[in-house]
């Protein structure tokens, strides 16, 4: 098994290339990050996160189709991460293992979304389909992903959740602002601005 590394904007982020599938068709990424996993007992649901946090230093993991971006702490150095995690990740699949144990029901979106109708429903349609078609596969070359999160129809405001390698990114706020905000006010003329949800 042959794994690709690439490194990403944020230079605590880097991109792992397994050469298969990570998250099955259907299932959306998934982030997880350490504090999470352990507070809630383990990674039971998660095997290849649990295999990864137990290598130390590692504060973030985020499962897209087919990469997985994984986030060390300031204090660690990637030339003594690297090939843990290189190993972790190629005895995993070599195993046999799968990234999600149970239903899918993991990597649901944290939080209910709001109920739009009329024509705010289609204002936010017009968003998530620019979001889902022109923003997300560029993002995703970053080892990252971006999610909708609400429309705020009074102000005009959209705001996104970055996740993987574009949270926490230096450049991340420029990528919503220049990018992002740029394109959504180009094609939807009711967008006045985009803000980072977290």
């Not at 007992?41 to 971006?69: C, K, M, Q, T």
């Not at 017009?126 to 909708?148: C, H, M, N, S, Y």
Request: charged share 25%.
């Amino acid at each position: 098994m042959f794994i690709q590394t690439q490194d990403t904007p944020n230079p605590a982020t880097l991109k792992f290339l397994p050469g298969r599938e990570v998250m099955a068709e259907g299932l959306p990424p998934m982030e997880v990050e350490r504090g999470t996993i352990l507070s809630t007992g383990g990674a039971d649901h998660l095997p290849l996160a649990g295999v990864l946090f137990s290598i130390p230093n590692i504060e973030r993991v985020f499962f897209g189709p087919d990469f997985i971006s994984v986030t060390r702490s300031d204090t660690a150095d990637w030339s003594h991460l690297k090939p843990a995690i290189l190993g972790a990740i190629m005895d995993f699949y070599v195993g046999g293992g799968g990234v999600i144990t149970d239903d899918g029901t993991q990597g649901k979106n944290a939080g209910e979304e709001e109920v739009y109708e009329g024509e705010v429903l289609e204002i936010v349609n017009q968003i998530k389909d620019l979001i889902e078609t022109r923003v997300r596969p560029a993002v995703a070359q970053d080892g990252g992903d971006i999610l909708f999160r609400r429309f705020d129809e009074k102000s005009g405001a959209v705001f996104l959740q970055m996740k993987g390698a574009c949270a926490g990114c230096p450049s991340s706020s420029m990528t919503l602002k220049s990018g992002v905000e740029n394109l959504l006010k180009h094609y939807v003329p009711e967008v006045t601005s985009v803000e980072e949800a977290f």
